[in-house]
């Protein structure tokens, strides 16, 4: 993939007015693209005229924001923190704002296998203290903070990032036991996968948050964010042990054999050749995967945790800011999408990156 | 082992642990810390301001409670529960006081195993409609369509009261206010039915108030309460005696303000007492003689408590109406104090 120059068929070229001309090759491509040019055309000046030039930028209560005015920005001026980070002490949101980043920083190194090496495990650890240490406290100086009043941003971030470190980690036994030769661990991974994936995150959730404290003796019920984490692996692991199957069938059989002629065991075979290939080949729908379950932490809305959409909700209920929904969904929709597009932008770098590395496109 | 000596070690097992379950009063006050359940989503009930910080009457309630028994309002877990979750978070232990906009009904004391406190306010379900509809009672609202909360007890009472009635109507089921309120402004219910004050701040916002109306009949008693799980019937005594205590500030002219003042310098016998001035009121049930005080600075009288939150000094601005004291024509009253 070096070789960048691609000849071009005739009467193309580079610049705008070969690009026209391309669109309007053909009567069907023409016509949509009037269509889409037409709705746009309709649909952008209503959109500007309401969340730019009537918008009310300024001011401390809804009696700023006129009922007939246009988009009321002044109101996520004044709830951009509580979205943001929920019940968490409000000065103490830079403690949440670090171990994030750090958080993010962490993952953004794990997705590319190139850098899983002893160095990146170690700073797995040192990370996550730091990041206890951080938005628990309680220590250092710190005000202890209780995960109950973990919210926002943060809380989503965590919701996922755990929920896919820890399926991924559940998901390699059930995916290697999905292929095994020995008929108990089939069933067994064949039996948790189609239950978990015969039922809707949402009663999940419910499940792990109402009926897992009735269940356990009184005071040995974890708390409510660990329930919830619990329930977000339990049913990440099931699609990715899929996806991961996926990965290890297409991996060749000779790989397998090579290994075995050189002397290797089964987990030396499965974590040093078969695992390494299988976790490259399925690296888009992993990213998707991500991707699914980052939206999918918008549900604990319905066990009352205040993730990214659930304090988006809760600033709704302010006496003094009554009926701005659509400025916070918006708000929160927007935010949404920037980390969705970020992680495919930074899943498509690694996958070209690692075939550059490999070196056979 | 046979079946019975199974049933028998459970049975032992059940026993034994509710005769090591001491009354919860101790055991909050062992730990240092309230855990309370409410909701974050119901404007000057239970919601988050600005900074995130917990406001409201059902919060507030938390509040008053952790400083009765503890002495400091800020030692306090608040956990914001749904609907569904409500009830299995008061079961399970993970909360000891649900103040939730619970409904107190006969069937929940008697056969869901809880005790009510209070009832500490006293709502019920109105409606709006179009001033142009010449509607003015409930009972003209024969075949209209009516905008309601999907799930919420208004829905059930709301076809309970038209079947009672023998009328007919078309219900159009919201999932919250925000939804259910444009779809009303746009025109398509006839009516929509909430607590009123809800309706009057969404009719304030709406950009056409002089057009609707809030009709006067209210349909179905809410009378809300804090929830505790029965068997600790001291916890039960002082938050019981809390209310009370509220509304007895109220009627002696105890303020957040004045509350310090009054307990150091009163002479009057019965602010006294009821201070902790004088008199062992307090530790006779478990907490501390001054935890009126504490209660006081911590939300105010029953007045200021509900002004704050509900009434005249918030933006709701709900009328006192049945809660307000009884010399002032509402239906709160307090035992005596001796």
Partial sequence: ?361 | MSLRTIAAAAILAVTGATAAHADLLDDIKARGELSCGTLNYLPGVGFLDDKGEWSGYDVDFCKAAAAAILGDPSKLKLVALTGPQKFPALDSGEIDILSRSVTQTISRETTLGYDFIGPNLMTGQGFMVRKDSGVTSVDDLDGATICVLGGSAQERYLAEYFAYKGMTFTPVAAEGGDQMYPMYFDGRCDAVTQEPPYMAIRRLRSGQADEHVILSDIISKSYEAPVIREGSPRLREVLQWMHWGMITAEEMGITQANVEEMAATSQDPNVRNFLGTDGNVGQDMGVSNDWMVNVIKAVGNFGEFFDRNLGKNSALGVERGMNALHRDGGVLFAPGWQ
């Fill in chain 1, 1 to 361: 993939m070096t070789d960048h120059s691609v000849t071009l068929p005739p009467g193309e070229g580079r610049g705008i007015k070969p690009w026209i001309r391309a669109q309007m090759r053909s009567p069907l491509g023409l016509v949509l693209n009037i269509a889409m040019l037409a709705l746009i055309v309709t649909a952008l000046p209503p959109l500007l005229d309401w969340a730019v030039i009537r918008a009310t930028w300024t001011g401390s209560d809804m009696n700023a924001c006129p009922p007939e005015g246009g988009a009321c920005w002044a109101f996520i001026g004044a709830k951009m923190r509580l979205i943001l980070f929920g019940t968490y002490p409000y000065d103490e949101h830079w403690r949440a704002v670090i171990a994030t980043l750090i958080v993010v920083a962490l993952v953004l190194a794990s997705l590319n296998p190139l850098y899983w090496t002893r160095r990146l495990a170690m700073g797995w650890v040192i990370g996550l203290a730091v990041y206890s240490v951080l938005m628990w406290g309680g220590v250092f100086g710190l005000r202890f903070v209780d995960s109950s009043a973990w919210g926002g941003l943060p809380l989503t971030v965590i919701l996922t990032v755990f929920g896919v470190f820890f399926g991924a980690l559940v998901a390699v036994p059930v995916a290697l036991a999905r292929v095994s030769r020995l008929p108990v661990f089939r069933i067994a991974a064949v039996i948790y996968v189609e239950l978990i994936r015969g039922v809707p995150l949402i009663s999940i959730l419910f499940m792990a948050s109402v009926a897992m404290p009735l269940l356990l003796p009184e005071g040995f019920s974890p708390s409510g964010l660990v329930r919830v984490i619990i329930g977000i692996v339990i049913f990440t692991a099931a699609y990715m042990a899929e996806v991961l199957r996926g990965g290890l069938q297409a991996v060749p059989k000779g790989q397998h054999e090579a290994a075995s002629s050189l002397g290797l065991g089964y987990w030396k075979t499965q974590f040093k050749v078969v695992l390494p290939q299988a976790v490259e080949l399925v690296l888009p729908a992993f990213v998707s995967l991500i991707i699914i379950t980052l939206k999918g932490t918008s549900l604990v809305v319905i066990v009352a945790m205040m993730d990214l959409l659930g304090a988006a909700k809760a600033s709704l209920a302010d006496p003094n800011w009554v009926g701005f929904y659509v400025e916070a969904f918006a708000f929160a929709g927007a935010i949404y999408v920037a980390m969705c597009a970020s992680i495919s932008w930074y899943g498509r770098r690694v996958e070209t990156k690692l075939r550059s590395t490999r070196g056979n496109g």
